[in-house]
């Protein structure tokens, strides 16, 4: 028995060190977007900087404007229809990967994955996630093993109103989603990517492509995740956070896929959870409410339960549901303190001193803190998603919301009268849907 025990000993030491002693594979694929990034100039310096040169293997193949199908072998529409020649490029991009792991000793493997454009031009969201897993089921069987590490390129802020690309959103949902449910899962974010020169030299701003900076700016997050992966931690999006005082913190994320309970509406009945296009939203369901506050401020408000901030950055998706003209609007609603005393962003269509204004409530009416001029362009039709970003910063007081343009301001003040409090989402009195909430707190 004790020479048994020493005997797998020995094997279990043997076996580690063979394990140790292997190289990292990086498989890297996917669309135009992939085709575009050249590893030597930070994917490659990035992994070899952390495992050595004579550590590390990278094989890319990408083909610009593919749909997944070209990958997945076994890809059916949600109709249940086949497609002739599915698989061919991850037949000719496992044609690499094999000639360049022969007689190698492989560690660890990680696949990095730009794509989904196509996809989200020819709607086949519904098959999506499916077929992401059916090429990551593809890859373990090919090459023998269940550990496999995969980031994901989530697709840019390029089309976010869905009009080019109809189902934009909803890929670069599941893509999250897919990631986020893996323990071998990580996504990158490429929303600040597509702005400034391209390769040509040309000024580029949220363009289906990315400039000369954001590939190189790419590799480095894709390869930062696949590290953080083999290293047994949860994938990051390996980038800095947003732009802010000091470091930043992710402090709520909500999609509403799992319901909407960690929210608290002033009147419940005016509010709904419920799915849309395969999507789950939480909005506002009509104009009346119950809730009639003691001073003059709006009516539809549901708050984050238990979490107060100062410094934050705030981002979500809205999507106006009846067209009420002039003072269409949605309302974020900050710093608050109690139902007298809050500041809220008042997103409405047409400026005027009561719409379309930075507001404070303080034991009085609401009082605008702005000037505004600027119209907020919820476009025609009640189908149209909008991406707003709101950014607060007590010690200096700054508050600076964006809509739809994340580089410049739609409106900003400063005004230091309130500081940590709740955050919530509304209207005064209109109705919404909002999706996809992200809270930054700023250090």
């Excluded at 009346?288 to 410094?311: E, F, G, M, T």
């Excluded at 001029?373 to 998603?385: D, F, H, Q």
């Excluded at 809509?403 to 709740?422: E, L």
């Amino acid at each position: 028995m004790k020479q048994l025990q020493i005997l797998l000993a020995v094997l279990f030491l043997t076996n580690a060190a063979f394990a140790a002693d292997g190289k990292h594979l990086f498989i890297l694929s996917g669309q135009s977007n992939m085709a575009g990034l050249k590893p030597e100039e930070s994917f490659i310096p990035t992994v070899e900087k952390e495992f050595g040169k004579d550590k590390v293997i990278v094989v890319k193949d990408a083909h610009g404007g593919q749909p997944i199908r070209r990958w997945h072998k076994k890809w059916k529409s949600a109709k249940g229809e086949a497609f002739k020649g599915a698989g061919d490029l991850y037949v000719r991009l496992m044609g690499k990967v094999n000639a360049a792991i022969k007689d190698q000793k492989i560690q660890s493997v990680s696949f990095s994955w730009m794509q989904g454009e196509r996809d989200a031009r020819e709607k086949h969201a519904e098959v999506y996630a499916t077929s992401l897993q059916g090429v990551l089921d593809q890859l373990a069987a090919d090459l023998g093993r269940k550990d496999i590490n995969f980031v994901i390129g989530r697709l840019s802020d390029f089309d976010m109103q869905n009009k080019r690309y109809p189902q934009w959103t909803a890929i670069r949902k599941i893509q999250v989603d897919f990631a986020d449910a893996s323990p071998r899962g990580a996504w990158v974010d490429t929303d600040d990517l597509n702005d400034g020169k391209n390769r040509r030299g040309k000024d580029i701003s949220n363009d289906l492509h990315y400039s000369a900076r954001g590939y190189v700016e790419f590799g480095r997050r894709l390869a930062a995740s696949s590290i953080s992966l083999i290293k047994g931690k949860k994938g990051t999006k390996g980038d800095k956070g947003p732009k802010g005082p000091g470091s930043a913190k992710v402090l709520f994320e909500e999609n509403f896929e799992k319901g909407r309970d960690r929210w608290e509406a002033t009147d419940e009945t005016s509010w709904t959870h419920r799915k849309v296009d395969g999507n789950h939203v939480f909005g506002i369901n009509r104009r009346s409410s119950k809730y009639n506050p003691k001073v003059r401020s709006p009516h539809h408000i549901a708050l984050i339960k238990d979490l107060q901030v100062a410094d934050f950055v705030l981002t979500f998706r809205v999507m106006s549901t009846k067209d009420t003209g002039g003072h269409r609007d949605c309302c974020i609603f900050f710093n608050w303190q109690d139902a007298q005393n809050f500041y809220y962003v008042h997103c409405g269509a047409k400026p005027d001193p009561h719409s379309g204004q930075i507001m404070i409530v303080k034991n009085a009416p609401r009082k605008a803190m702005t000037q505004n001029k600027n119209n907020t362009p919820w476009g025609k039709g009640t189908t149209l998603w909008h991406q707003v970003k709101l950014v607060r910063d007590t010690k200096s007081g700054k508050i600076e919301i964006f809509f739809d343009d994340m580089k410049k301001p739609h409106m900003s003040v400063v005004d230091k009268t309130f500081g940590k409090g709740r955050i919530g989402l509304g209207s005064f009195d209109d109705m919404n849907d909002f999706d996809d909430v992200k809270l930054v707190e700023l250090k």
